[in-house]
């Protein structure tokens, strides 16, 4: 058990996933694989090569902002998310 103070209740699930041994390290060599992963994600999500206006009601737009909140996002991101998940639904 450690003697760190988690920050919050997720926090301390992990810390306890942790102790029970359900997390184990990964290889070097795995890791530098997901490191590359993550990293060509990042490049492709910052590519943007199109704009967009649109005009919400303000009672939407603050419902997408608490959403994206929840999320952890902004809310461009969010809408961006959303907009490319209908997108590419077949």
């Known amino acids: 058990m450690s003697i760190y103070t988690p920050a919050d209740n997720e926090e301390k699930e992990l ?3 942790i102790d029970r041994g359900e997390w184990i390290p990964v290889s070097a060599e795995k ?15 910052q590519k943007k090569v199109s704009r967009m206006n649109i005009r919400l009601t303000e009672n939407d737009m603050l419902k997408l902002k608490v959403k994206a909140m929840e999320r952890g996002l902004p809310y ?6 959303l907009i490319h ?5 077949q």
């Not at 890791?31 to 492709?44: P, T, W």
């Not at 461009?76 to 998310?81: D, F, S």
């Open 31 to 45: 890791r530098k694989e997901l490191l590359e992963l993550s990293k060509n994600a990042a490049i492709e999500t």
């Open 76 to 81: 461009q991101t969010l809408v961006t998310e």
């Open 85 to 89: 998940e209908y997108v590419a639904k």
């Open 15 to 17: 810390m306890d996933e």
